[in-house]
C-alpha cells in the first residue's frame, strides 16, 4: 500500500512560543543550579532507572502549578534535594521557565519553596497564583486540564477508560465541570420549586371545589321539605304491598306445607325399605369377605409349603445333576481302561506271534547255515585238509606268543563289542523312555490347559451367576424395603385422610367438576393445564382465606395455553351439555409486573405479596397466577391492610387481612363471610384429593411389591445353583493344581532323571568306541605279523591250490562262519527282546482297572436311579402343591368375583338408599323451608307493621290498631322489608302472633294494578320499583340534607381562602419560572463548554488516527450516548486497526490500545495546543513498527506546529530526536543527576516529507 504525507498540506504552522531552557536549584536530585536545555522541536529525554528522570518530568509541573500531592511527595519542603533523608543542602529550591514566543521575546516563569510554602514569579515579578495562572494561560498552558502533559502510564489509563470515564476527563479538559455543582444545585430547586407550584395549584382547585358545594347548600335545602313529603305517600305503598303479598304467600306457602308433608311420609316408608336392603346385603358381602379372608389365609400357608418344596426339588434335581457328570466321567473312565485292555490283550498276542515266527525263522536260518558249510567244506581233498590242519600246526607254533597277544585282543575287542551293545540298547531304550515322558507331559499339559479353560469357564459362569444373584437379591431387597416403606406411606396417607375425614364420598357437582377438568386435560394434553386451584397451593394454611379473597372467581378458573384452546374448550362443554367454566388464556393474559419494591415494605410488620405466599406447583402457570394475584398484598391484622390501602395519599395498594377483609384501591371494602372460609376449604380438598390419588397409587405400587415377593424363591434356587457350580469349580482347580503341582512335576523330574542317564550312556558309548579303534589298530598290527609268518609256512600250500595266500581260503571260511554268527545273535537278541517285552506285558493286569471303572459305573448308576426317583418324588409333590395352590388361587378369583358382584350391588342398593335419603332429605328440607318460609312470612308482617309503628307511617286499617304492636328491640328495622333468620321468628310468641291476626288492613289505597300479580317475580319488580322511587327521594333527601343556615357566612369565607391561595399560586409559579430560567442558562453553559472541546476533538481524531497508523483503512470515531445533554453519559470511544474488522476497545491489542490513546491525546491537545507537549514513556507498549509510525508522526509534527519533549527508554524512539538530555546518576548514599545535552541536527540525515510504507 502507497500512502504519502505532505506535513505542510495538512496541518498548518501555528504562531506559537516554545520552552528554551529550564533552571533548577536544588530540585529533588538536581543539586546546585543546573540548567537543562536548549530545548529543540523534537526533544528525548533518556537515561537509566532511578536517574532522575522523572524528577525533571516533576520539575516541569512544578513550574507549572502543580499542587504537591501530584510531585510524589506529602509536603513542599521534600522538593529541596536531601530533605526526605533529612540531608537537604539549603533551605529553598526554585524551577524557572525561560520560554521563547514567536517574536523571540523571553519570559521567565519561577516558581520556588521557601520554608513550608512557594513562590511565584513572572520576569522575576513576585505574582498570586492566580496571576501566575493567567500568566500561562496567556501562552496556551493550562494547568487544570494539563493541555501540555501526558503522565507516564497516563496512555494505558486513557485506553482503558470505559465511556463515564470519558467524558469525566473531557469535562475536566473542557472544564465545563466547573458548572456541575450550580447545575445540580439549581436542578434540585427547580425540582422543588415545580412541587410547591404544582401543590399550591392542586390546593387552589379545592376551595372551587369547595366554593361550589356551599353554593349547592342553598338550593338543596328548598327541595327538602317537598321531597319529604313525595317520600312519606311512596313509603305508604311500599308496606301495602308488601303487607298484602306476605299475607297472601303466607296462606298459599301453608297448603303447600300441608301436601309437603304427606310426601315426606310416603318417601321416608320407601327409604327404610331401601336401607333394610342394604343391610341385608351388607351382611351377605361380609360373609363372603370371611370365606375370602379364610382362602387367603390357606393360599399363604400353601405358598409356603410350595416356597418350603422348591428347595428341596431343586437339591434333589442338582443332585442329580451332580451324579449325572459323576456317570459321564466314570463311563469315559471305563471305556478308556477297556479300550486299555483290549490293546493290551492283542498287544500280548502279537508279541506271542512274533516270537513264534522269530524262532521259525531261526531254525530255518540253522538248517541253511548247515547245507552251506557242507559245500565249502567238499572243495578240498582229504590230504589237503589233513595238509592245511598240519601246516596249520605249525603256523600256530610258530605264532603262538603273537596268537596269545591278537586272542587277547580280541578277547578284550569282543567284549567291549558286547558292552557296545548293551550301552546302544540302553541308549535306545532311554531314548524310548524319554520320547513317551515326554508324550505323557504333554497330553498333562493339554489336559491342564483344558483344566484352566473349564476353570475360566466355570468363574465367569460362576460370576455371572453371582451378578444374577446380587441382582435378583437387590430386587427382593428393595422390594422389602419399598414394601415396608410403601406400607408407612399408606398408613400415614390413611390416617391423614381419616383426621382430615377425606374418605367421605364428593359430592356430585365436584365430582362431575372433576371429571370435566379430566376430560378437558385428556382431548387436549399439554394445552389445558388444570384449575388454578390445583396448580398452586398456600405456603402456610393461615393465608389460606386470604389468597381465596383475593383469587375470588379466578380460583376455579381453567388455566390454558390459547384463546383458541379456551374456544374449543367452551364448543366442548356445551356439546357435552356441561356446566359454563371461566378459562384463562396464557397467551392473551394482560399481567403487570411485580413491583419489587414492594418486597422491601417492613412497615407496617409481616406484610408480603400474595403472589410471594402461594407455591405454584407447575411453572406454567406462574402467569396466570400474577394475572389473578396482582400486586395485592396480605397483612396480619385489617388495621394494616388499611393503613396500607389508604394511608398514604401518594401510595395505594390493595391489601388483604388474614381473616378475608379486603380493602380495593378504588375505597371498596368486602369483608370475609362463611361464604368465603368454605370457599376456602377448597385448598384443603384439593390436598385431600391429592391424597386419595396418592392412596391408589400406593394401594397399586402395594400389590406388584407383594408379587414381586415371590421371587424369593428364584434366590434360593439361584443360591443352591451357585454352591453347585463352586463343588464343581473346587473340584475342577484340585485336579488342575494335582496336575500341575504333583503329576506334572513328577514327570518332569522323572524326565530330567532320564535325561540326565540319557547323557551318561553317550560318553560311555564313545568312550568305548574310542578304546574299540585303538585295539583295532593293535589287533591289525600283530595279524600283519601273523599274516607274514603264515605265509611262509603256506607258501608251497597255496601255490598247489593256487590261491594267493591261505587267508583267502579262510577268510572265505570265517566270514561265513561269522556271518552264521552274527545272523544266529540277531535273532537270539531279538527272541530276548520279545521274551522280556511278553513278559513285562503279562507283568501287567489291564482287566482290574477295566473291573473297577466298570463297578464304578455301575454303583453311580444305581445312585443316580434312586436320585432320579427323588426327584420324581420331590417334582410330584411341587406340582402336586402348586396345582393346590392354583386351585386355591382360583377359588379366591371366584370369591373376589362374588365380592366384586356382591359390591356392585350394595352400591346399587347404596345409591338407590342415598337417591332414596336424598329424596327424603330434599321433601323435608322443602317442608322445613315451607315452614320458615310461613314463619318468615308471618313475621315480616310482623316487622313490616313494627316498623310503620316506629317510623310513624299511617296505615289504613280495618279492625285492630298498631298500637297492639309490641315493641320489641330485638326486632331489626328495616326500610326495605328484607327477610329475617327463623331463630328472629322464633322470638314471637304465639300471643303476640294471634293479637297482631287480629289486626286487618285496608288494601283499597292499594291499586289494583298491584293487587293482580301472580307470583314474586313480578312483585319484586313492583316492589323495586317503589322501593326504587323511595330510594331515589330518600337519595334526593339525602344529598340535600337539612337547610343550612349559616350558608352565607361559609360563602365569604370560601372567597377569601381563594384570593390567599390564588397569590401564593402565582408567587410559586414565577419562583420557579425564574429557577428554571436560571437552570437552562447552567445546562446551556455546560453543554457549549462541553461541546466546543468536545467537537473539534471528535472532528481530528479520525484524521490523527489515520496519520498515527499510516493506513487510510484505519478508523476512529467518538460518539456521545445523550446528544442533548452529553455529560450526563458516557462518550462511546472505538478504533478500528488497519486491516482488522471492527472489534470493542477491550480486544484490541496493548500496541493498538496505545495508538489509540495516542491519537485521542494528539487530538486533544490539537483542539487547545500548548506551545510544548511534554510526553513521559508513552511507547512503553509499542512494538518496533508502531514505534515507527508514532516517531515518525511526532517528528513531522514537531516540524509543523508542535514543540515536542519526549521521555523514552526505547533508541528506535529517540533517534529520531532533534536533540538529547542525557540524565545520569552520581555516586553518592542517596540520588544525585547529571545531564548531559547533545544537539542531533548535525548527525541528521535529510528527510523526504513523504515515505512509501
Not at 494547568?143 to 497516563?154: H, I, R, S, T
Not at 335545602?221 to 298484602?244: G, N, W
Not at 434366590?715 to 475342577?732: A, C, D, F, G
Request: aromatic content about 6%.
Amino acid at each position: 500500500m502507497i500512502y504519502c504525507l505532505t506535513s505542510f498540506d495538512v496541518l498548518p504552522k501555528i504562531a506559537m512560543g516554545r520552552l528554551h531552557t529550564l533552571e533548577l536549584e536544588n530540585f529533588k536530585s538536581y543539586k546546585g543550579n543546573q540548567i537543562v536545555g536548549p530545548f529543540k522541536q523534537f526533544t528525548a529525554i533518556i537515561g537509566p532507572n532511578g536517574s532522575g528522570k522523572s524528577n525533571l518530568m516533576d520539575a516541569m509541573c512544578f513550574v507549572l502549578g502543580e499542587k504537591a500531592s501530584n510531585l510524589r511527595v506529602k509536603k513542599l519542603h521534600d522538593l529541596i534535594h536531601g530533605a526526605p533523608v533529612g540531608k537537604a543542602v539549603a533551605n529553598r529550591c526554585h524551577v524557572t521557565m525561560n520560554y521563547e514566543d514567536d517574536d523571540g521575546n523571553m519570559r521567565a516563569f519561577t516558581r520556588l519553596v521557601t520554608g513550608s510554602g512557594s513562590e511565584y514569579r513572572v520576569d522575576n515579578k513576585t505574582v498570586t497564583p492566580q496571576q501566575y495562572g493567567h500568566a500561562l494561560e496567556e501562552i496556551n498552558v493550562f494547568m487544570k486540564a494539563k493541555n501540555f502533559l501526558v503522565y507516564q502510564g497516563q496512555v494505558e489509563q486513557v485506553a482503558m477508560k470505559n465511556p463515564r470515564e470519558l467524558t469525566q476527563m473531557f469535562e475536566e479538559i473542557s472544564r465545563s465541570c466547573e458548572f456541575q455543582a450550580d447545575y445540580d444545585r439549581l436542578k434540585a430547586e427547580l425540582a422543588k420549586a415545580e412541587e410547591e407550584a404544582a401543590f399550591n395549584l392542586n390546593k387552589r382547585r379545592g376551595i372551587a371545589l369547595e366554593k361550589r358545594e356551599a353554593k349547592l347548600e342553598k338550593d338543596e335545602a328548598e327541595k327538602y321539605q317537598m321531597l319529604k313529603e313525595e317520600l312519606e305517600s311512596k313509603q305508604r305503598q311500599v308496606y301495602l304491598l308488601q303487607l298484602f303479598y306476605a299475607e297472601k304467600m303466607a296462606d298459599e306457602t301453608t297448603n303447600d306445607w300441608k301436601r309437603k308433608k304427606e310426601i315426606v311420609a310416603e318417601l321416608t316408608g320407601n327409604k327404610s325399605e331401601c336401607d333394610a336392603a342394604v343391610t341385608a346385603k351388607q351382611h351377605e358381602h361380609k360373609k363372603v369377605l370371611k370365606e375370602v379372608h379364610k382362602l387367603e389365609n390357606k393360599t399363604s400357608a400353601k405358598e409356603k409349603e410350595v416356597m418350603t418344596q422348591k428347595p428341596r426339588y431343586v437339591a434333589a434335581k442338582q443332585g442329580v445333576v451332580h451324579v449325572k457328570a459323576k456317570l459321564e466321567m466314570a463311563n469315559k473312565a471305563h471305556s478308556n481302561a477297556q479300550r486299555a485292555a483290549e490293546s493290551h490283550e492283542t498287544n500280548v498276542v502279537t508279541l506271542k506271534q512274533q516270537l513264534k515266527d522269530v524262532e521259525q525263522k531261526k531254525q530255518e536260518c540253522e538248517a541253511k547255515l548247515a547245507t552251506e558249510s557242507q559245500e565249502l567244506a567238499m572243495q578240498l581233498s582229504d590230504a589237503q585238509v589233513n595238509e592245511y590242519y598240519g601246516l596249520k600246526g605249525e603256523a600256530t607254533k610258530r605264532c603262538g606268543v603273537i596268537d596269545m597277544e591278537l586272542n587277547k585282543l580280541l578277547q578284550e575287542q569282543e567284549t567291549e563289542k558286547n558292552n557296545l551293545q548293551f550301552e546302544q540298547r540302553r541308549l535306545a531304550h532311554a531314548n524310548d523312555r524319554v520320547k513317551n515322558k515326554e508324550q505323557e507331559i504333554e497330553r498333562m499339559s493339554r489336559q491342564g490347559e483344558q483344566l484352566a479353560e473349564n476353570i475360566v469357564s466355570q468363574n465367569n459362569l460362576i460370576d455371572d451367576e453371582k451378578k444374577n444373584l446380587q441382582n435378583l437379591e437387590v430386587q427382593v431387597r428393595e422390594s422389602k424395603e419399598r414394601l415396608e416403606k410403601v406400607t408407612t406411606e399408606l398408613n400415614n396417607v390413611s390416617r391423614q385422610l381419616s383426621e382430615a375425614h377425606g374418605d367421605t364420598a364428593e359430592s356430585e357437582r365436584n365430582r362431575k367438576r372433576n371429571e370435566t377438568i379430566e376430560n378437558l386435560k385428556r382431548i387436549f394434553p399439554d394445552r389445558v393445564y388444570g384449575r388454578l386451584v390445583d396448580l398452586c397451593q398456600p405456603s402456610h394454611r393461615r393465608f389460606q382465606i386470604a389468597i381465596t379473597k383475593v383469587l375470588a372467581k379466578n380460583m376455579m378458573s381453567i388455566v390454558c395455553d390459547t384463546d383458541e384452546t379456551a374456544r374449543e374448550s367452551i364448543i366442548y362443554l356445551k356439546e357435552q351439555r356441561l356446566a359454563p367454566e371461566t378459562f384463562l388464556p396464557l397467551s392473551v393474559l394482560d399481567v403487570h409486573p411485580i413491583k419489587e419494591k414492594l418486597r422491601e415494605l417492613t412497615e407496617p410488620r409481616g406484610v408480603k405479596l400474595v403472589f410471594d405466599v402461594i407455591q405454584c406447583n407447575n411453572p406454567v402457570a406462574r402467569k396466570a397466577l400474577q394475572f389473578a394475584c396482582g400486586n395485592a398484598l396480605v397483612c396480619e391484622t385489617p388495621e394494616d391492610a388499611k393503613y396500607l390501602a389508604y394511608g398514604s395519599a401518594s401510595d395505594r395498594y390493595k391489601a388483604v387481612a388474614l381473616d378475608g377483609t379486603l380493602f380495593e384501591r378504588s375505597g371498596i371494602i368486602s369483608g370475609g363471610g362463611q361464604e368465603l372460609r368454605q370457599r376456602a376449604k377448597k385448598w384443603d380438598e384439593n390436598a385431600i384429593r391429592k391424597l386419595k390419588e396418592n392412596r391408589v397409587k400406593l394401594q397399586d405400587e402395594l400389590q406388584q411389591l407383594h408379587r414381586t415377593r415371590k421371587k424369593e424363591l428364584d434366590v434360593e434356587m439361584k443360591r443352591n445353583q451357585l454352591i453347585h457350580l463352586e463343588n464343581r469349580l473346587k473340584n475342577t482347580r484340585n485336579e488342575h493344581t494335582k496336575i500341575t503341582t504333583q503329576t506334572l512335576k513328577k514327570l518332569e523330574q522323572d524326565l530330567e532323571t532320564l535325561n540326565s542317564e540319557l547323557s551318561l550312556i553317550q560318553p560311555r558309548i564313545d568312550e568305548i568306541e574310542q578304546r574299540m579303534a585303538e585295539r583295532v589298530v593293535q589287533i591289525e598290527k600283530l595279524q600283519h605279523k601273523r599274516n607274514v609268518i603264515t605265509d611262509e609256512v603256506f607258501h608251497e600250500f597255496c601255490q598247489r591250490i593256487n590261491i594267493k595266500d591261505i587267508r583267502q581260503y579262510e577268510q572265505r571260511e570265517m566270514r561265513f562262519h561269522e556271518e552264521m554268527q552274527d545272523q544266529l545273535k540277531k535273532f537270539d537278541n531279538e527272541l530276548d527282546r520279545l521274551r522280556n517285552e511278553l513278559d513285562y506285558l503279562k507283568s501287567e493286569d489291564k482287566r482290574l482297572k477295566e473291573k473297577q471303572e466298570a463297578e464304578r459305573v455301575k454303583r453311580l448308576t444305581k445312585e443316580i436311579e434312586g436320585l432320579k426317583k427323588k426327584e420324581e418324588e420331590e417334582h410330584m409333590t411341587l406340582k402336586k402343591l402348586e396345582a393346590e395352590l392354583e386351585q386355591m388361587k382360583m377359588a379366591i378369583v371366584s370369591k373376589k368375583a362374588l365380592v366384586e358382584d356382591s359390591d356392585a350391588e350394595i352400591n346399587v342398593l347404596k345409591k338407590a338408599a342415598q337417591q332414596a335419603a336424598r329424596e327424603v332429605a330434599a321433601a323435608e328440607k322443602t317442608a322445613a323451608a315451607l315452614e320458615q318460609t310461613i314463619l318468615r312470612r308471618r313475621h315480616q308482617r310482623h316487622s313490616l307493621l313494627h316498623q310503620c309503628k316506629m317510623n310513624g307511617i299511617k296505615l289504613p286499617l280495618l279492625q285492630g290498631s298498631l298500637a297492639d304492636i309490641e315493641i320489641d328491640d330485638t326486632i331489626p328495622s328495616s326500610t326495605t322489608g328484607a327477610s329475617v333468620s327463623v331463630s328472629d321468628s322464633q322470638q314471637l310468641s304465639h300471643e303476640q302472633m294471634d293479637r297482631e291476626a287480629q289486626i286487618q288492613v285496608d288494601y283499597r289505597l292499594l291499586p289494583v294494578s298491584l293487587r293482580e300479580y301472580d307470583n314474586d317475580e313480578e312483585v319484586k319488580k313492583a316492589l323495586d320499583k317503589l322501593n326504587k322511587e323511595v330510594s331515589d327521594s330518600q337519595a334526593k333527601i339525602s344529598r340535600i340534607s337539612a337547610p343550612n343556615l349559616k350558608a352565607k357566612e361559609r360563602m365569604e369565607i370560601v372567597k377569601e381562602k381563594e384570593a390567599e391561595t390564588t397569590e401564593e399560586c402565582e408567587l410559586a409559579r414565577k419562583k420557579a419560572r425564574k429557577i428554571r430560567l436560571l437552570f437552562e442558562k447552567v445546562k446551556t453553559d455546560r453543554y457549549h463548554r462541553f461541546h466546543e472541546c468536545f467537537e473539534p476533538v471528535s472532528q481530528k481524531i479520525d484524521d490523527i488516527y489515520k496519520k498515527l497508523s499510516r493506513n487510510e483503512s484505519a478508523q476512529a470515531f467518538l460518539g456521545e450516548e445523550n446528544m442533548e445533554e452529553p455529560y450526563l453519559e458516557g462518550i462511546a470511544y472505538n478504533c478500528v486497526a488497519p486491516g482488522k474488522r471492527f472489534r470493542p476497545m477491550d480486544n484490541l491489542s496493548g500496541g493498538e490500545k496505545t495508538v489509540a490513546a495516542l491519537a485521542l491525546l494528539f487530538a486533544i491537545h490539537a483542539r487547545s495546543p500548548s506551545p510544548f507537549f511534554i510526553l513521559d514513556e508513552v511507547d512503553a507498549a509499542l512494538d518496533n513498527t508502531n514505534i515507527g509510525k508514532v516517531a515518525n508522526f511526532i517528528c513531522e509534527r514537531a516540524r509543523v506546529d508542535m514543540q515536542l519533549i519526549v521521555i523514552s527508554l526505547k533508541e528506535e524512539f529517540y533517534n529520531k530526536a532533534d536533540a538529547i538530555i542525557g540524565i545520569y546518576p552520581h555516586p553518592s548514599s542517596y540520588t544525585v543527576s547529571g545531564m548531559l545535552t547533545l544537539d542531533l541536527t548535525p548527525y541528521k540525515q535529510p528527510q523526504s516529507d513523504s515515505y512509501i510504507e
